[in-house]
Each structure stands twice: as structure tokens, then as C-alpha cells.
């Protein structure tokens, strides 16, 4: 495996190419050292990276510098690092991708649980509530949440007049 890149500290502008190495590194180190940490979840699973990224020139290239908070994501967690399936992704893509979501079908949408409360206006707390009280999935996910607010405890205005929940109707004084 080459060490060298061909890159000097002078050109590794102002710590956004040190970054990069420092993805790259680790991204060797989980896949090829079993002394690291994260090697069960990488090498371990037959996780490896292509020839062509051994050398971090080459990578680099490749992939070139991520956006800000953005971090290397294997598009499918079950195959090697390698230009073809990687890209840089914000955390809440890590998240999708994990191998720990949970991904739900829909009629023909598939998407982590996340990603339907997400749009689906269901926050995560109220579709797990759902779930435990015997909800299906899709039902969980694409039913609008009630209107909660502050309307609903305290009653509503109409007209220019205050309908409390109790029923009695009182004037609003401009």
C-alpha cells in the first residue's frame, strides 16, 4: 500500500486538504487494521477499499474536497469504498444510510422513518406513540397529526370573540 501523495504541507490549504487526509486515513484504518476500533464494522464485514484509493492523490481526485460538515458516506453500506459508491453526505444522510434505519415501504416510496415523519409532518415521538397503540406502519406515517396547539386547549377566537372549550362566549376588548 503507498504511503506518499505527492502533497507538502505547503499546499494542504489551510487545513481543508488535512481534513481530506484525515478522512482517507481513517477510512483505510477501519478497513485494513484490525487493531483499530471500528474494524469489526468495516474490514471485518468484508469491507474494503479500491486499489485505486490506496493512494491519496488518487481519492482525492476522485472525491475532492467535501462541503463543510459534510463526511464520506458508502452510497450502499454492504459494499467497499470505491468512486462508484461514494459520495460526501451531512449527517442527516449518515443517518438515513445506517445500517441501523429503519426504512418503511409506502406504496411505491421507500424511505427511513426519519425521512417519512419528515415529510410527512409526524414528528418521531408521535409515530412511535401510534406504534404502541397498535397502529399500522402507513397509517402511523401518513396520518396529519391533530391540530394540538393552543386552540385546542384554551378554545378559539371567531369574530372577535373568545369560545373557550367550556362553551361560554366572551368579548374581546380592542
Known amino acids: 500500500m ?4 505527492g502533497l507538502t504541507a505547503n499546499n494542504f490549504d489551510n487545513g481543508r486538504l488535512r481534513r481530506v487526509h ?3 486515513a481513517n477510512m483505510l484504518q477501519r478497513c485494513t487494521n484490525p487493531n483499530n476500533a ?3 464494522d468495516y474490514g471485518a464485514r468484508g469491507i474494503k477499499v479500491c486499489k485505486r484509493w490506496e493512494r ?4 482525492l481526485a476522485d472525491m475532492g ?3 463543510p460538515k459534510h463526511t464520506l458516506d458508502r ?6 469504498y470505491s468512486p462508484a459508491n461514494c459520495q460526501w453526505a451531512d449527517a442527516f444522510q449518515q443517518a438515513r444510510n445506517s445500517r441501523r434505519a429503519t426504512h418503511v415501504t409506502v406504496g411505491n416510496v421507500t424511505q427511513c422513518i426519519s425521512e417519512w415523519c419528515r415529510s410527512s409532518g409526524v414528528s418521531y415521538g408521535l409515530y412511535k406513540a401510534r406504534m404502541k397503540r397498535g397502529w399500522t406502519q402507513e397509517r402511523a406515517l401518513t396520518t396529519p397529526p391533530a391540530n ?6 384554551w378554545g378559539v377566537v ?3 370573540d373568545f369560545v373557550p372549550r367550556a362553551g361560554k362566549v366572551m368579548r374581546i376588548k380592542p
Do not use: C, M, Q, S
Open 148 to 153: 394540538r396547539g393552543l386552540r385546542a386547549l
Open 2 to 5: 503507498a504511503r506518499t501523495h
Open 38 to 40: 471500528r474494524f469489526a
Open 75 to 80: 452510497k450502499n453500506n454492504n459494499r467497499g
Open 56 to 59: 491519496f492523490d488518487l481519492f
Open 65 to 67: 474536497v467535501p462541503p
Open 22 to 24: 484525515r478522512i482517507w
Open 158 to 160: 371567531e369574530n372577535d
